[in-house]
């Protein structure tokens, strides 16, 4: 593997847990950047939960968001709705990542994987 392919798995990972974060790890800074101001702007004006709250360094968005009997949907609607877009999103650039580097010429075996 070289130095300029970097595995996808972290960048899920950074995705669940604050929006854009998987986007700066795959070197997508401007796209990464506008996930995160979309997130903030869902966890400040679209989300009845406050922004304080949401970023706190002890409880992750997501993990109070999956607390059902604590939170109530209308608190978490918009701000994980973004996240799993963004996590789409990610899966895509990876994607499109993989296909581009098997149409430059990449061996592909029999059993479809390169």
């Known amino acids: 593997m070289s130095d300029s392919i970097r595995p996808l798995w972290p960048a899920y990972l950074l995705t669940v ?3 854009g974060l998987g986007h700066c790890y795959l070197g997508q800074w401007k796209r990464g950047g506008a996930w995160f101001g979309s997130y903030v702007l869902a966890l400040a004006f679209l989300s009845a939960r406050t922004l304080s709250s949401a970023l706190e360094p002890g409880a992750p968005f997501v993990i109070s968001a999956l607390q059902f009997d604590a939170v109530s949907y209308t608190d978490v609607a918009f701000p994980l709705a ?10 895509l650039i990876g994607l499109a990542e993989f296909r581009s580097e098997r149409s430059n010429g990449t061996p592909v075996r029999s059993d479809g994987t390169s």
């Open 82 to 91: 973004v996240l799993v877009v963004c996590l789409l999103d990610v899966y």
């Open 17 to 19: 847990l604050v929006a």
